[in-house]
């Protein structure tokens, strides 16, 4: 069975940093790619940032790019998204999810989520 659990979420200031982890098991993890998204209250779910199988070609959504970094240590088994410079509008539930093969941007592509870490910029 296949789980990927997200931590690290939690109350940040704005222009605080957090560092999400996510934990799989059950997979082979270097098969997959992986990927952060995110959800706030009434919107859809949004790609963040996605890596594929050996830690290469990272890419981000344009509105955390430079802010945000992702990376996985496959000895671990573990993604992380490194955020720093948090903005109110950052503030959502963050989602791990795991594709075999390549990564992409749609949410409907992805094979295993987690379930969610929630994240709140606020003073």
């Known amino acids: 069975q296949v789980q990927l659990v997200e931590s690290g979420g939690g109350l940040v200031q704005p222009g605080g940093s957090l560092r999400l982890s996510c934990a799989a098991s059950?997979?082979?993890?270097?098969?997959?790619?992986m990927a952060w998204f995110r959800q706030a209250p009434g919107k859809e779910r949004e790609f963040v940032a996605a890596?594929?199988?050996?830690?290469?070609?990272?890419d981000y959504a344009a509105s955390v790019k430079g802010r945000f970094t992702i990376s996985r240590d496959n000895a671990k088994i573990t993604v992380y998204l490194q955020m720093n410079s948090l903005q109110p509008e950052d503030t959502a539930v963050y989602y791990c999810a795991a594709r075999r093969g390549n990564y992409y941007y749609g949410p409907g592509l992805y094979n295993y989520w987690g379930q969610g870490t929630q994240v709140t910029v606020s003073s």
């Open positions: 059950g997979l082979i993890f270097s098969n997959y790619a």
């Open positions: 890596i594929n199988w050996s830690g290469g070609s990272p």
